[in-house]
C-alpha cells in the first residue's frame, strides 16, 4: 500500500497542473504526469493500493472549481485507489510525531521552511499519520515537508523526478 500526496495526485487528475521541480537541477520534472502513469500501472499490475488521505483529498478538491466531481468520479471509479481517512489510529500517530517534534525543539524543528505555518505543518503531519495508520509503506510527494515527515516515520518516500519514465514505443512514432 503506498499514499499520493497533492502534488502527486493532482498530476494524475489535473492535465494543467504544475510540475514539480528536480530538486537539484531547478528545472520542471520531464514526464512528470507519464512517470505518475506509469507507476499506477504498476502499482494496478502489483495489485497494491494507493492511498489518498482525506486531507489529500480536501487541498485538492479546494481548488478543483468545475472539476470537482469529475476528479471524485475517477477517485471512486478505480479500483487502484482508497480514500483513507484521519481517523483515531492516525490521531494517534500524528500525536506522537508531534510531541517528539516538541521534544526535540519545537513543532517547526523538521520543516523544510522555518518560517511555516502551524496549520502545514500538523496537515502534512496528519497526511504521513494516515500512511502509517493505514499500513503503507511508501509515499510519494513532492512536497519537502510531507516527503521528510515519511522518512523520519520510517516509510520510504519519492519525489516524481525519482520516479522511473515510462518505456519508451518500440514501434516509434513515423512522422507524416
Same mark, same amino acid.
Request: charged share 25%.
Given at each position: 500500500?503506498?499514499?499520493?500526496?497533492?502534488?502527486?495526485?493532482?498530476?494524475?487528475?489535473?492535465?494543467?497542473?504544475?510540475?514539480?521541480?528536480?530538486?537539484?537541477?531547478?528545472? $520542471?520534472?520531464?514526464? #512528470?504526469?507519464? %512517470?505518475?502513469? *506509469?507507476? @499506477?500501472?504498476?502499482?494496478?499490475? +502489483?495489485?497494491? =493500493?494507493?492511498?489518498?488521505?482525506?486531507?489529500?483529498?480536501?487541498?485538492?478538491?479546494?481548488?478543483?472549481?468545475?472539476?470537482?466531481?469529475?476528479?471524485?468520479?475517477?477517485?471512486?471509479?478505480?479500483?487502484?485507489?482508497?480514500?483513507?481517512?484521519?481517523?483515531?489510529?492516525?490521531?494517534?500517530?500524528?500525536?506522537? $510525531?508531534?510531541?517528539? #517534534?516538541?521534544? %526535540?525543539?519545537? *513543532?517547526? @524543528?523538521?520543516?523544510?521552511?522555518? +518560517?511555516?505555518? =502551524?496549520?502545514?505543518?500538523?496537515?502534512?503531519?496528519?497526511?504521513?499519520?494516515?500512511?502509517?495508520?493505514?499500513?503503507?509503506?511508501?509515499?510519494?510527494?513532492?512536497?519537502?515537508?510531507?516527503?521528510?515527515?515519511?522518512?523520519?516515520?520510517?516509510?520510504?518516500?519519492?519525489?516524481?523526478?525519482?520516479?522511473?519514465?515510462?518505456?519508451?514505443?518500440?514501434?516509434?512514432?513515423?512522422?507524416?
Amino acid at each position: 500500500m503506498v499514499v499520493f500526496d497533492t502534488s502527486v495526485l493532482l498530476l494524475v487528475l489535473d492535465p494543467n497542473a504544475k510540475v514539480p521541480d528536480d530538486p537539484v537541477t531547478g528545472e $520542471s520534472v520531464e514526464k #512528470a504526469a507519464e %512517470r505518475i502513469q *506509469h507507476l @499506477i500501472t504498476n502499482l494496478t499490475a +502489483d495489485k497494491k =493500493k494507493i492511498v489518498i488521505p482525506t486531507p489529500v483529498l480536501s487541498e485538492v478538491l479546494v481548488h478543483a472549481g468545475d472539476a470537482m466531481q469529475s476528479y471524485l468520479d475517477q477517485l471512486n471509479e478505480q479500483s487502484v485507489f482508497r480514500i483513507a481517512h484521519f481517523d483515531q489510529k492516525a490521531a494517534i500517530e500524528c500525536a506522537l $510525531s508531534m510531541r517528539d #517534534a516538541i521534544l %526535540r525543539g519545537g *513543532h517547526r @524543528i523538521d520543516a523544510a521552511n522555518p +518560517d511555516v505555518s =502551524k496549520t502545514k505543518i500538523k496537515f502534512d503531519r496528519q497526511i504521513v499519520a494516515i500512511a502509517k495508520a493505514e499500513g503503507a509503506h511508501t509515499v510519494y510527494a513532492d512536497d519537502l515537508d510531507v516527503y521528510n515527515y515519511a522518512r523520519r516515520a520510517g516509510l520510504v518516500a519519492f519525489r516524481t523526478v525519482e520516479l522511473d519514465l515510462p518505456p519508451e514505443d518500440p514501434q516509434g512514432a513515423l512522422e507524416l
